[in-house]
């Protein structure tokens, strides 16, 4: 495995390997882009099939994340990391100390928040060896909800855009996911009238969103197929791929997982079939807003940028039909020359 060479290396600045015998630590540190700031992302807790798969997906998450602060106004550079285990198993106050150790060798040039299968108590137990953590409890907190709220105002800006209303209600939506923003996105879009069908791992999570919400439960396959005004992929990446690109009957694709195409000519497919694409990195932006707040916290300030979100996929909507591209082509190429400006 030659890293120079995987295509997911996109000039990452630094990758560091990170390993603690005692506490079974094994993880990626990956900073892709400090041009504007410290580079801040989430850390997630996966148990990847190799340390290949995790290596992808760290590089990938990292660079989403440069462009997702970039596009989102932000003086934040791009960084990730992941944990390599069973969240089930592996997670000890030993494990997320470690974790907090290895964060300090960099010195600040990268900040880890919670991401999958990690919460804000996880990462305060990294607090208490470094101060190289954001998203904590008595400041910007757990930042799902404000994903969720991102997420839910992108749906919004893509049916405005897409089916010419601002009405949600009487839409179908098929929800892929139901972790902690899934359950909140599924929540709003209740509250706007919206009719889920929802897909997930986790049957306890099902059960609850089909008795709060009446959503309809299928399958983790079926999902693609559904009869529904929107696909919202709210899961791990890759699910917009050669296996199911075709199958998917929604005029609009947006949700809340990073990484939704597996490749980039995903995206040229959606926009060949005539299917709205809301690039993943401007609609999921909520939470690392809400988070930047976190020295001088103010949630009210915080909700105010992130309701940003829906007029900047209306601007990249519109900047891609005048180019006739796909919208992520669009969007990458905005964020690039935010970076190149500095931040402008």
Known sequence: MALFDLVDFDDHEQVVFCSD???????????????LGPSVGGCRLWDYASDEEALIDVLRLSKGMTYKNAMAGLTMGGGKSVIMGDAKTIKSEALFKAFGNALNNLGGRYLS????????ADIEIAH????YVTGLEGKSGNPAPFT??????????????????NDLSGLTVAVQGIGSVGYY??????????KLIVADINQAALDKVAKEFGATVVGLNEIYDQDVDIYAPCALGATINDNTIDRIKAKIVAGCANNQLAEPKHGQALLDRGILYAPDYVINAGGIINIS???DYCAEKATKKVKEIYDTLIHV????????LPTGIVADEMAR???ANGGK
């Open 21 to 35: 015998k005692k506490s079974g630590l094994k993880a990626i540190i990956a900073v892709h882009s400090t041009k």
């Open 317 to 324: 909507f519109e900047s891609a039909d005048k180019e006739n």
């Open 113 to 120: 928040a919670e991401d999958v299968n990690i919460t804000t």
């Open 128 to 131: 208490t060896v470094t101060p």
């Open 293 to 295: 707040f976190e020295d």
């Open 337 to 339: 020359k935010i970076i």
């Open 148 to 165: 969720a709220l991102g997420t839910f105002l992108g749906i919004k800006a893509c049916v405005k855009y897409k089916l010419n209303t």
């Open 185 to 194: 996105l599924c929540e709003r879009l209740h509250g706007a009238g919206v």
